[in-house]
């Protein structure tokens, strides 16, 4: 299990982060050294938590088809301490 000492960005959707930082995660998997995905599934919500090793942005995306037209995709960054998040395309499915 790897940790990330540089600043670690939380992107979690469908819950209050309150709740995502006390949350017992189900699954995890690194995409490689810089990026960690873990999350929970509950009756009809996932919640995401990205941990990202980055100095800039950090996304997570799904698409029904594999492509990037009709995805949902939320993008997040920190500025001067806070946590941003984004939301670009996709449908009303994604609870921030």
């Given at each position: 299990?790897?940790?990330y000492p540089t600043k670690v960005l939380l992107v979690v959707v469908g819950?209050?982060?309150?709740?995502?930082?006390?949350?017992?995660?189900?699954?995890?998997?690194?995409?490689?050294?810089?990026?960690?995905?873990?999350?929970?599934?509950?009756?009809?919500?996932i919640t995401f938590e990205v941990q990202a090793r980055t100095s800039g942005?950090?996304?997570?995306?799904?698409?029904?088809?594999?492509?990037?037209?009709?995805?949902?995709?939320?993008?997040?960054?920190?500025?001067?301490?806070?946590?941003?998040?984004?939301?670009?395309?996709?449908?009303?499915?994604?609870?921030?």
């Open positions: 299990m790897c940790c819950f209050l982060s309150a709740v995502a930082a006390a949350a017992h995660w189900d699954h995890a998997v690194d995409l490689d050294e810089n990026y960690r995905l873990l999350w929970s599934l509950s009756q009809q919500d942005y950090v996304g997570l995306g799904f698409s029904t088809d594999g492509t990037i037209y009709g995805a949902d995709i939320i993008i997040g960054w920190v500025e001067n301490g806070q946590v941003h998040f984004q939301r670009i395309g996709g449908s009303e499915r994604i609870k921030h």
